[in-house]
């Protein structure tokens, strides 16, 4: 068995702490908040990446034109005094919705999607995060 087969088999077997360090000494900064799967998911392609060189220059352009794409499915208006709320890791956040963006923790953003990466410390689509759904 190669050793990038053995390093991606022991990733099943790890804990989330285990998880967490291990992120750390890959990547070299803090793991974000994520559950174990996503953990073990974004060190395995990290691992495979190195290995194998990663995407090509032409895949890497595409997908980023993709995410730079304007969203395809258009989101219904939130009335100003609505209220989402959403509970992350057993804690409840309630989000305003203002005339000119968005009320969280006595703090105000123009979007949804910042507060979620507030919350979470990871990109989030902030529509998604709270629970708002397309008209399509």
Same mark, same amino acid.
């Given at each position: 068995m190669s050793r990038l087969k053995r390093r991606l088999a022991a990733l &099943?077997?790890?804990? !989330?702490?285990?998880l967490v360090s291990e992120w750390s000494r890959i990547y070299r900064t803090a793991a974000p908040a994520l559950p174990a799967d996503l953990l073990r998911l974004g060190i395995a392609y990290e691992l495979q990446k /190195?290995? =194998?060189? *990663?995407? =090509?220059? #032409?895949? /890497?352009? #595409? &997908?980023?034109q !993709? #995410? $730079?794409a304007p969203a395809k499915v258009p989101?219904?208006?939130?009335r100003p005094g609505t209220?989402? &709320? /959403?509970? %992350?890791?057993?804690?409840?956040?309630? &989000? #305003?919705? *203002?005339?000119? *963006?968005?009320? %969280?923790d006595g703090r105000h953003y123009a979007s949804l999607t910042a507060i979620?990466? $507030?919350?979470?410390g990871t990109r989030w689509s902030g529509p998604r995060f709270f629970g708002v759904k397309g008209t399509a």
């Open positions: &099943v077997d790890m804990s !989330q702490t285990e /190195r290995k =194998s060189g *990663g995407l =090509s220059r #032409a895949t /890497r352009a #595409a &997908v980023k !993709q #995410a $730079e989101l219904p208006s939130l209220c989402l &709320v /959403r509970t %992350w890791h057993g804690k409840t956040h309630s &989000v #305003a919705v *203002g005339h000119d *963006g968005f009320t %969280w979620a990466f $507030e919350i979470t």
